[in-house]
């Protein structure tokens, strides 16, 4: 018998671990998770306001211009372009969309001339960083800049001379219409005024999110869907991600990658200038100086923990605007009681991290930062009025640190591109 007549012994192929994927049973079990963590709290603390339905209205109306900032940031990256001036597209959102509202006399002529006014900042962003090649860090502080200068001035040159208008402001502004399913009101409102676990806090948030809601609110809420079917489903969408991941073979492969980066870019500007324009017409109905807040910056938070994904971007901008909306229920006592959510969180978090992930050091410190947010929370009884308004950037914090690990941003996002480099 010879070497060649030995069976040959062959490597036993094991197979690839499953990737987690977030189906939608998934996600209704862990919101329904959550929920009950919340009763908990408000059983424990007697902060009833951290699940009834004015904060969770709150918390939406807190949302949308985050989200749909962060979903101007999700299309523009996912082409390649990063792009810090969503603040300063918010900013021109805000401006133009009370100036079409009060020249058509209709607040969704001023949702038109938002989006208008967020696509003129974002054309000077493409032109800078798509046609140019200047640094996209660079152009976008300089948008952010420039459209705070230039929506003071047109402040002073329209809105100055208005009635009810100032160097600052504009005059009151027509109102959104909003839809209510009114027929759960009642039975909602009696089984949310009873305080039992779990189901008047189910019954809260579900008042919450069908009595009073925007009609722009569910166009921003449709956004997102409407996003994912384009960018993951259409020849269009894979198009724009391969500019984002691999802009030289897509090239070779006959995509316009300026085209296309153009068109992330445009969209990006529109859907942050709808955000400015939603904080004017609907959160507020007025526009204000200063009005965003920093809320392109949370968008992009919230885009970042979202893994540039559109359901993510959904998820962080809920919790961002959940925790804004606590500062205005209760203050500081809303905000005490989601302490003790935070430490039962993270006692989940440092399990799974033990059990599944195997990460003993990652589990340790989990573990040791729930001690200390729970020895915090049972020590005092309110959080102090001054950080309460400081709890929508803590929590912004504290996300990104924790999930800092498991993210994953498009390969040549930010990275400049010249045509031709393929050859």
Known sequence: MTATDLPVERPVETPPARRFRLSAPVLLLGLAGLVVLLSIARLVTGANDIT????????????????????????????????????????????????????????????????????????????????????????????????????????????????????????????????????????????????????????????????????????????????????????????????????????????????????????????????????SLVAAGIYRDGQTGGRGYIGLAAMIFGNWRPGGLAGGAALFGYTDALQLRQGGISVHALLLVVALLLVAVAVYQLVRQRRGVAALITGVVAIAVFVVFAVTDTVPEQFTSFTPHLTTLLVLSLASQRLRMPAADGVPYRRGQAK
Request: glycine share 16%.
């Open 52 to 279: 009834s339905a004015g904060t969770v209205s709150a918390a939406l109306g807190l949302a949308v211009p985050i989200g749909l900032a962060g979903l101007g940031g999700l299309w523009s990256e996912r082409a390649g372009v990063v792009n810090i001036g969503l603040e300063g597209m918010m900013v021109l959102g805000t401006w133009f969309g009370a100036w079409g509202a009060l020249q058509f006399h209709s607040p969704w002529a001023g949702v038109v001339a938002g989006a208008v006014g967020g696509a003129l900042g974002a054309v000077i962003h493409a032109v800078a960083t798509v046609t140019f090649g200047v640094d996209h860090i660079i152009s976008g502080v300089a948008i952010n800049i420039v459209g705070v200068g230039f929506t003071q001035y047109l402040s002073q040159l329209v809105f100055n001379g208005m009635p009810g208008g100032g160097t600052k402001n504009s005059p009151p502004l027509p109102k959104m219409g909003t839809v209510s399913l009114s027929f759960l009101d009642d039975p909602l409102r009696t089984v949310e005024a009873k305080h039992w676990f779990v189901l008047s806090d189910f019954a809260g948030v579900l008042r919450g999110i069908t009595q009073g809601v925007s009609w722009f609110t569910i166009l921003a809420i449709l956004l997102v869907p409407l996003s994912f079917y384009i960018l993951w489903r259409t020849p269009f969408g894979l198009r724009l991600r391969a500019c984002g991941e691999r802009p030289v073979a897509a090239e070779s492969l006959g995509v316009n990658v300026y085209l296309y980066k153009w068109a992330a870019v445009i969209i990006s500007g529109v859907l942050a200038g709808l955000g400015g324009a939603f904080l």
